[in-house]
């Protein structure tokens, strides 16, 4: 069973929003202003470079040289869960050799997602071959499953698998099925792993099935709201539940948005920074009055970030 | 309307296989050696960098040092038809700039591919911003249709609005829907583009309806039974119909097998060359059973490469 530092790896994870500057290029500084106010408002740790993150519009060069950026500007790299997988093998070992250089001491990896329906084997033989190349005991994987978008998912009889092979460098889940049931069984069958359900939504009831926490798009923005579940629940206060119901109602407005733009758009409101709102092609930002419904249904339940 | 040279992008365009060496580097070499042998079997074209090359497969590095490889090898560039899309914009920028800089005449374009149910204006932004950066006038664009695996279609409205665009820049489709009345929906509407179905099933059909041709991943096996469809139906043969028919027969074999492995194990035959049915994962090579099948059912229609 892994050997993840007791201290590591639970709580709330936030799947760092990238912004970038009008022209599209990223923009390390404001990433690196992000993360530190996303620490300080208690957030346990920051999986940079997830789908939230818009990683998949990034070329390798862009990852690397931000997650250089983020150190640079003092981000604790033991904070950092950067996001790794791409569809080619050869890019993911080159990403996770990186991270490990820089002191992350886990990585996010999305199954190689370019074609679809294949075999639990060659998925298997894909994360060995990466484990091998990388080859450091140092390495710390967390599987990265979200069908709905990957399209390729990471069933549990391969994490299984990949856990018998590599028991020391898989260290978790992220579930982003958003299926509770499949996140359950996932509780119950892997005792060791760090299981972070994909939204906060699942934030308490993961807790009390022995989960870690979660890693959530909307931690972006309502960190410290999120960040109180867990705290609550630690502390065997009786208000836990309350805790949730309000978390809870936050992401129910959030997802009657497109995710990723409307949280970038409430991050250029707090930051009073409209270029914040980016997003790069495919995505579209919100129109205006998507954004004015945004903001008015987040008002109706006293919400601001 | 486009001005694509008309002697150029019509036939039988080939997505090439590429070969890996056993410990699953590219073999530029042996990629070339078939580039050649394609071509003297009669291939009009050569599509590499698909889907079938598992192109998604390799870094940005490997594609570009195999192109290069190609040129130096002496496989015609205006031959070449490399495939550039990528889900991030930047590497599609840089492999189109490369492909025009080496000499080739158009490169076929996947959309961005990893976030799903994305909007036609996010696509139709996508390829503006991108033919924007290349910022070429030699630039000519093969849209990639291949929902199945891409996920991500291009609607016939994302084609027109291109066009009305950049009338000079989109050149034509491949369609590997696999959807015969689209192809035709795609044929009728757009008169002046060239369109190949991605399947030689579709090849005298699409000819008869104003179709360019095909562009498909059987070719790396039986380039010459599909090219002699094509010749039939340019001469006006009575027989067209049987070509068509014999060259079926052949790709309802292949379709019985994994299609990518299924052609790099017969190669790995006509190469006598066993490291060339090499894949890289997810992908997984034929069981020997299922290679014995492939080669028993090829045998039985009087089939060999």
Chains 1, 2 share one sequence.
């Not at 869960?81 to 992350?104: E, I, K, W």
């Not at 299984?160 to 359950?184: E, F, M, V």
Request: net charge negative.
């Amino acid at each position: 069973m892994s050997t993840v530092n007791q201290n590591l790896f639970k709580g709330v994870w936030v799947p760092v929003l990238t912004p970038f500057a009008a022209d599209l290029s990223v923009d390390g500084t404001a990433l690196a202003a992000h993360c530190h106010w996303l620490l300080e408002q208690g957030a346990d740790g920051l999986a940079v470079f997830g789908t939230t993150s818009e990683a998949n519009s990034l070329s390798v060069e862009e990852r690397m040289s931000l997650l250089e950026a983020l150190v640079e500007a003092g981000v604790p790299a033991d904070r950092l869960m950067p996001g790794v997988g791409c569809c080619a093998m050869g890019d993911t070992v080159r990403l996770s050799r990186q991270a490990l250089d820089y002191g992350c001491r886990g990585v996010l990896m999305l199954p190689p997602f370019y074609y679809k329906g294949v075999s639990e084997d060659g998925l298997f033989a894909s994360f060995c071959r990466i484990i091998e190349q990388v080859g450091s005991d140092d390495l710390r994987i967390f599987l990265y499953h979200i069908p709905p978008v990957s399209q390729v998912p990471i069933p549990a009889s391969l994490v299984a698998r990949l856990l018998q092979s590599y028991p020391n460098q898989i260290a978790g889940i992220k579930d982003s099925g958003g299926d509770w049931n499949h996140t359950c069984e996932l509780l119950e069958r892997f005792d060791g792993l760090r299981i972070f359900p994909g939204s906060e939504r699942f934030l308490l009831d993961a807790l009390r099935h022995g989960g870690a926490g979660c890693i959530t798009a909307s931690g972006n923005v309502n960190p410290g709201g999120i960040r109180r579940v867990y705290e609550r629940w630690s502390d065997g206060a009786d208000d836990a539940d309350d805790t949730q119901h309000r978390a809870t109602a936050v992401r129910d407005v959030l997802e009657q948005s497109r995710m990723i733009p409307a949280l970038k758009t409430l991050c250029a409101r707090h930051y009073d920074d409209p270029v914040w709102a980016t997003v790069r092609p495919p995505l579209t930002p919100l129109s205006d009055p998507d954004r004015a419904a945004l903001f008015e249904r987040l008002d109706q339940i006293g919400f601001s970030m």
